[in-house]
């Protein structure tokens, strides 16, 4: 292996090294040198000054880090929107469960609904109503509504810290195929923790009923019950110990 004697760049001391190495360094100024061989001829070798060089390679990096930093921030704003989103959606949603309902401010009373939230609560349960009720459709019938869903009732069950609001609805089915064929269902739709101004914490509607056949060989059914004292017993009744109860 050739052994390379050049001078120092820096304080002009001898420098050994060989042909393959990759750097040396000057025991005298203690600098480091890279070692680079002409191109043209390759007999000779540079020697670079190792700290002009390392700026010189930040130079290149720069635009790569730059790229990088502006694609974590690119990527923070997206998710932070993202996540944003999902949290004001999940806070809509979840505002109808216990722990985000003010407790303090629950409706005790039927009598303390508004005319206007009473027609906004009617419309809010009636479209709760096709979503579990539509007449299901077989070879030999077709069953839908006919005609207005309308409320029978509106009970509110309360006791401390907790309430029910329960409309029952009552709702007439025609088959299109028999148009004498008409059913009439009524529906509990219930509500549970709903503060007083109720249009802006309504939302966890549930139909809480069986199977109700329309058709005498059990084909074709919908949810509900027969009666209105059935749908009361059902929903409103099996409620009312230990709560105070009012209707409208």
């Known amino acids: 292996m050739?052994?390379?004697e050049k001078k120092c760049?820096?304080?002009?001391a001898s420098l050994s090294f060989n042909e393959n190495d990759k750097s040396c360094?000057?025991?005298?100024?203690?600098r480091t040198f890279e070692i680079e061989r002409d191109t043209d001829n390759l007999d000779k070798f540079i020697l670079v000054y190792d700290a002009m060089r390392k700026p010189f390679k930040m130079f290149f990096l720069?635009?790569?880090?730059?790229i990088f930093v502006v694609a974590i921030i690119i990527f923070a704003v997206i998710f932070g929107s993202f996540k944003k989103t999902k949290s004001?959606?999940?806070?809509?949603?979840?505002?109808?469960?216990?722990?985000f309902v003010d407790k303090e401010n629950l409706l005790t009373d039927a009598s303390e609904i508004s005319n206007t939230d009473m027609d906004l609560i009617d419309s809010f349960a009636k479209a709760e109503i096709p979503?579990?009720?539509?007449?299901?459709?077989?070879?030999?019938?077709?069953?839908?509504?006919?005609?207005d869903i309308n409320r029978e009732k509106l009970y509110v069950l309360y006791t401390e810290k907790h309430n029910y609001v329960i409309l029952i609805l009552k709702a007439t089915y025609k088959d299109f195929f028999h148009?004498?064929?008409?059913?009439?269902?009524?529906?509990?739709v219930i509500y549970e923790n709903i503060e007083k101004n109720v249009v802006s914490s309504l939302g966890n509607a549930k139909i809480d009923?069986?199977?109700y056949f329309l058709t005498d060989d059990q084909s074709t059914f919908v949810y509900g019950y027969a009666s209105y004292d059935e749908a009361y017993e059902n929903s409103v009744a099996r409620f009312t110990e230990g709560f105070k109860v009012t209707e409208r």
């Open 9 to 12: 760049p820096n304080c002009g």
């Open 131 to 147: 979503q579990v009720a539509e007449g299901v459709i077989d070879g030999n019938h077709s069953f839908s509504i006919d005609g």
């Open 25 to 30: 360094a000057c025991q005298y100024c203690k």
């Open 2 to 4: 050739k052994l390379i």
């Open 179 to 188: 148009q004498e064929d008409r059913k009439i269902v009524y529906l509990p």
């Open 62 to 66: 720069i635009p790569v880090i730059f």
């Open 209 to 211: 009923a069986p199977q």
């Open 88 to 99: 004001d959606n999940i806070s809509i949603y979840e505002k109808f469960h216990d722990e």
